[in-house]
T-cell receptor, first 115, second 116 residues
Framework: DGGITQSPKYLFRKEGQNVTLSCEQN?????MYWYRQDPGQGLRLIYY???????QKGDIAEGYSVSREKKESFPLTVTSAQKNPTAFYLC??????????????FGPGTRLTVL | AQSVSQHNHHVILSEAASLELGCNYS??????LFWYVQYPGQHLQLLLK??????LVKGIKGFEAEFIKSKFSFNLRKPSVQWSDTAEYFC??????????????FGTGTRLLVSP
């Protein structure tokens, strides 16, 4: 059963702690993405990776870090430098073509609450 | 920078009413356009997409959207909504296609509530 898994579904952390959100896909997709969803703001791109061992900053990368050591995995670390980390985080993946015209598939999301 | 505008933030309809959600984008080049839907407690999933060809595209669950290039619009429609259509709807535009990388720019979303 192919898809994208994110864990955990809910995460609570104290202010000042780093936290890592997991994202795994078994769709054999080259590209993976992290978005942040806040009420009334839609989805905003944090980081993306087109291929293993390569990733680029999205629109709101400050306070976040990622790694892409394996094709199927793209973990996101929310660092203590992120000023407003409480949000719903979505991971996505897509195939990579020269035309760029492929849909993205999304995971179920992780709701992070920083206390 | 590319942007996507969804002017209706909240929409409340009765069952069987017709639906039209507006989406406008700002990008002068060739675009791919998407509507995604997020049902309560579920994954964000693709409703329909436009890549090329017929500007009227049909998606799942009776939804359709029309790409009007001259108006930079991609409005979502459904002739008769059901209670199960209660969800949040996101319009998205593919930017950066020439690089082979699909960056999606999302609108802020429209929350639809359908009352039985």
């Amino acid at each position: 059963d192919g898809g994208i898994t994110q864990s955990p579904k809910y995460l609570f952390r104290k202010e000042g702690q780093n936290v890592t959100l997991s994202c795994e896909q078994n769709l054999n997709h080259d590209a993976m993405y992290w978005y942040r969803q806040d009420p009334g703001q839609g989805l905003r791109l944090i980081y993306y990776s087109q291929i293993v061992n390569d990733f680029q900053k999205g629109d709101i990368a400050e306070g976040y870090s990622v790694s892409r050591e394996k094709k199927e995995s793209f973990p996101l670390t929310v660092t203590s430098a992120q000023k407003n980390p409480t949000a719903f985080y979505l991971c996505a993946s897509s195939t990579r073509t020269s035309s760029g015209g492929n849909e993205q598939f999304f995971g179920p999301g992780t709701r992070l609450t920083v206390l | 920078a590319q942007s996507v505008s969804q002017h209706n933030h909240h929409v409340i309809l009765s069952e069987a009413a017709s639906l039209e959600l507006g989406c406008n984008y700002s990008y002068g080049g060739t675009v791919n356009l998407f509507w995604y839907v997020q049902y309560p407690g579920q994954h964000l999933q693709l409703l329909l997409k436009y890549f090329s060809g017929d500007p009227l595209v049909k998606g799942i669950k009776g939804f359709e959207a029309e790409f009007i290039k001259s108006k930079f619009s991609f409005n979502l429609r459904k002739p008769s909504v059901q209670w199960s259509d209660t969800a949040e709807y996101f319009c998205a535009v593919n930017a950066g296609m020439n690089t082979g990388f699909q960056k999606l720019v999302f609108g802020t979303g429209t929350r639809l509530l359908v009352s039985p």
